[in-house]
């Protein structure tokens, strides 16, 4: 019987090294994988550089403090980066993000059998011209401008809402080719609205 006794207590030893070895395992691998997401992650940033970066200021969802409209060109390259569109209210909340890879700048005219410099010379110029004066429009819908269900994402009343107020200013932006979107800030939904879908 004494040996019997004598054999439990090294048995419960044995095994408690055997879990303290498997939780040694667990936490070296544990950091071995925390370390590589890691690198990983940090490779990636140091790839995806900031290449251009432009910004204004303009009246938008407020009739007298200006927004803050800013666009970035996120990658590795021209041709192989993502554009990030954000506009900033005067309490530097977003209100308002949209992202899209840039070759979407390209035209139809450009997109084919052209080199790359051209087409990275057009992605630059695209870049430059976003903020032009003449994609801003006051107001931002026309008085004789129709609501049409097929280029447009909101409600009618939404649409008669800022069409209603002169002093709206909408945006346009080209999302695709010549393919673009016409936004504004809807003051009764609290939120930027794409008015208008199309070319």
């Known amino acids: 019987m004494n040996g019997g006794v004598g054999i439990k207590p090294l048995k419960m030893i044995s095994n408690l090294c055997t879990m303290k070895n498997k939780f040694k395992v667990c936490c070296l691998l544990f950091c071995f994988l925390v370390i590589h997401f890691y690198s990983i992650g940090r490779d990636k940033n140091e790839k995806e550089t900031i290449l251009l970066h432009y910004s204004t200021k ?66 630059k110029k695209r870049m430059k011209e976003f903020f032009s004066k003449q994609n801003f429009r006051l107001p931002a819908i026309g008085k004789n401008e129709k609501f049409d269900t097929d280029y447009t994402q909101i409600l009618k009343s939404t649409w008669n809402e800022i069409q209603a107020d002169p002093k709206r200013n909408g945006f346009y932006y080209y999302t695709d080719g010549e393919n673009g979107k016409t936004i504004a800030f809807s003051k009764k939904l609290k939120k930027v609205v794409v008015y208008r879908a199309c070319c």
């Open 58 to 123: 303009q009246v938008f969802s407020d009739d007298i403090m200006p927004d803050s409209f800013s666009i970035k060109l996120v990658g590795s390259t021209l041709l192989k980066a993502t554009v990030y569109f954000q506009i900033f209210n005067h309490q530097q909340k977003i209100i308002y993000r949209d992202s899209f890879p840039s070759i979407y700048l390209l035209d139809y005219t450009i997109e084919n059998d052209n080199p790359l410099t051209k087409k990275e010379s057009y992605i």
